[in-house]
């Protein structure tokens, strides 16, 4: 199902007064970030929409909801949206401001590989930049088995080890930042092995982003879950973008493992 959103959810809400916490600055600003250059993030919203094939009262998961920014818009287009999130703080705030605008969304605390969930009850699951910081994908990939209904969609949004953007990140800048300590190609060869602490009482991944190729290879082991696209962004919006007129950016399209985030779609057939 394709939508086209006018005006986000966000840049309407009301904002109660009573609330201030890190999470809150952290909303804020990540809000305003959205607002004043929207057309990425209303990209992502329409593409999870269109892939999880999201109708009115729908069940929908996000795995790692942070401040709930995709939550609130999901909600708004008519779907009962749950959450799990590691950071208590983080549940908490997203579940104050969806009571405080009639949203229906509920978030709550928990571990992505032990969730508190029935058998077949959601009806899609998306998780946005979560993947690459879970302790153990196995586990994760198994239970989000266990709480989709048969024939229901699971949409995982993450970053490439490929990209030149991550690679310079992860390359460069993030062995400046820590001092070497994380960085460099030592770290990146290794990087399924460090475990960063968040400061929210939890360590999980540091940033261990996979390509697409990992992935295809992946899930081949779940046998309930039937691949249906494993691609990258720069694919997704070279197909769905006009923008993608420019004929520099059409040279690039074998490039497409390369170049974006990777997107994974599968359905649980069982």
């Given at each position: 199902m394709k939508i086209i959103i006018d005006k986000l959810m966000i840049s309407r809400m009301s904002i109660p007064k009573y609330i201030n916490s890190k999470r809150f600055s952290e909303f804020l600003k990540r809000r305003k970030n959205i607002l004043d250059h929207p057309e990425k993030f209303i990209r992502d919203i329409e593409m999870?929409?269109?892939?999880?094939?999201?109708?009115?009262?729908?069940?929908?998961l996000e795995i790692g909801a942070g401040e709930g920014l995709e939550l609130y818009e999901i909600a708004n287009l008519g779907a009962a949206c749950y959450g799990i999130e590691i950071c208590l703080e983080c549940a908490e705030l997203v579940d104050k401001l969806a009571d405080h605008n009639n949203l229906n969304i509920a978030v709550i605390k928990g571990d992505a590989c032990e969730m508190p969930f029935l058998n077949n009850f959601f009806d899609g699951i998306y998780a946005k930049n979560t993947f690459e910081h879970i302790w153990d994908k196995n586990k994760a990939i198994k239970e989000c088995i266990r709480v989709l209904k048969p024939g229901a969609l699971i949409l995982i949004l993450d970053g490439n080890p490929f990209d030149p953007r991550v690679?310079?990140?992860?390359?460069?800048?993030?062995?400046?930042?820590t001092k070497g300590k994380y960085g460099g190609y030592k770290w990146i060869l290794n990087r399924d092995k460090f475990?960063?602490?968040?400061?929210i009482g939890w360590k999980g991944k540091d940033e261990d982003v996979r390509s697409i190729f990992w992935w295809k290879k992946f899930l081949h082991q779940f046998p309930d879950l039937k691949p249906k696209l494993i691609t990258t962004k720069f694919y997704y919006m070279y197909k769905n973008d006009a923008y993608f007129t420019n004929k520099f950016l059409k040279f690039l399209y074998p490039f497409y493992p390369f170049i974006g985030n990777v997107i994974i779609l599968a359905e649980k057939i069982k």
């Open positions: 999870i929409y269109s892939f999880l094939e999201i109708e009115k009262r729908m069940k929908i690679l310079y990140e992860q390359l460069v800048k993030k062995f400046i930042k475990m960063e602490d968040y400061g």
